[in-house]
Structure formats: structure tokens, C-alpha cells
């Protein structure tokens, strides 16, 4: 059974500083990994899906990696900004229908 | 549509009241899921459609849980007789082919209910 994990619950950094989000799964034979953000109150917004053959996404700012073999998925920021404060949420398909697995998310805040 | 739409957006009920959640998926999106968010946690997934079958309902709470896809399209998820812990965000994803696992999910905005 998939299980994901992020740490930390929360994170708080200074305008301009690059930073990394963690997420963990137990389930290796994974077929992708995706990132979400989400803003309070709002829906979930797809960042990145990385395909279990990619090691590596990017898209602007952001980079997601995938290392199946030690069950880790990184989200890079770089050069953070105030609007990137939200909450970033991973998540894995779990069986043949593809319903997602999420982690509990980082609740990331950039300072000004 | 551009996106996934869900209405309402809000929703209060009485404790006992029977509601109904709408999920308008992206245009030709085959598959179709449900998940429950609870405060604080991450999404939670609840059932599954792919066009008009419900393939996978494993995650719904309890019997007071239904939902339908009737023409593959637009879905309804309805809790009956509400109770203080289904209050949760409800939200509703769809991608666009049948087989789920190397697909990108595109979620909908919500509906956050509210059982008093």
C-alpha cells in the first residue's frame, strides 16, 4: 500500500532564498509523482508530473525530481517570492484507476 | 470548459439534511475522481468513474456516500442524513484517459461543506 509522507508541516523563508520540499513514498514501483499547490480556500493547481521514467522536471522556478530507488521526490524553488506562499501538496497514483495518494503538504511562507 | 467546475462552492447544512455535490469535469475527460479534504490534511480519495462506471468506490466512508456519473459527464456526489464529520472540502478531479495511472489529474475549486 502507498504511503507519502511530507516533511516539513511548515516552512519559513525570507523573500529570495531557494529552497527544497521534501516527499517520501513507500511504494517504489511508481508510475509518476505529481505536485500540486494549493491557495487557502482554493482548489488544487498542478505544478509538475514527473513520469516514473524521468528523473527530472522543470517548469520556471520550479524543478521536481524523482529517485525511485530511495522512495524521494524534491520540489526546488528557486528565488522565492511572496506569491509562492501556499500549501504544496505531493501525490502518487496508487492501483490501475490511478487514484492519488497525497502527502499532508508544507505549508510554505515567503517573507517580504 | 476551460477547467473543472464544482457548485456549489459552499455549502451549510443541518445535521440529518441530505446533500448533492457537482462536478462539471473538462470536456472529453474520461476518468473522474472524487476526494475529501479534511483541515490540515491532504486530499483523501473517495470513488472513481471512468466515462459512466464506477470503478472504484473503496474510499467512500460509509453508505450515506453515493455518487453517479450517469451519461460520463457531469457528476453528483450526495451524503445523506449529514453528520458533524463529513464537513470537509470535497473535491472533484478529472484526466483525460481511461487508464489512470500515467495520467495528470486537473482538480476543481471545491465545495466546502459545512454540517452544523
Known sequence: KQEVTQIPAALSVPEGENLVLNCSFTDSAIYNLQWFRQDPGKGLTSLLLIQSSQREQTSGRLNASLDKSSGRSTLYIAASQPGDSATYLCAAPSSNTGKLIFGQGTTLQVKP | ??????????????????????????????????????????????????????????????DRFFAERPEGSVSTLKIQRTQQEDSAVYLCASSIRTSGRNNEQFFGPGTRLTVL
Open chain 2, 1 to 62: 470548459g476551460a477547467g473543472v467546475s464544482q457548485s456549489p462552492r459552499y455549502k451549510v447544512a443541518k445535521r440529518g439534511q441530505d446533500v448533492a455535490l457537482r462536478c462539471d469535469p473538462i470536456s472529453g475527460h474520461v476518468s473522474l475522481f472524487w476526494y475529501q479534504q479534511a483541515l490540515g490534511q491532504g486530499p483523501e480519495f473517495l470513488t472513481y468513474f471512468q466515462n459512466e462506471a464506477q470503478l472504484d468506490k473503496s474510499g467512500l466512508p460509509s
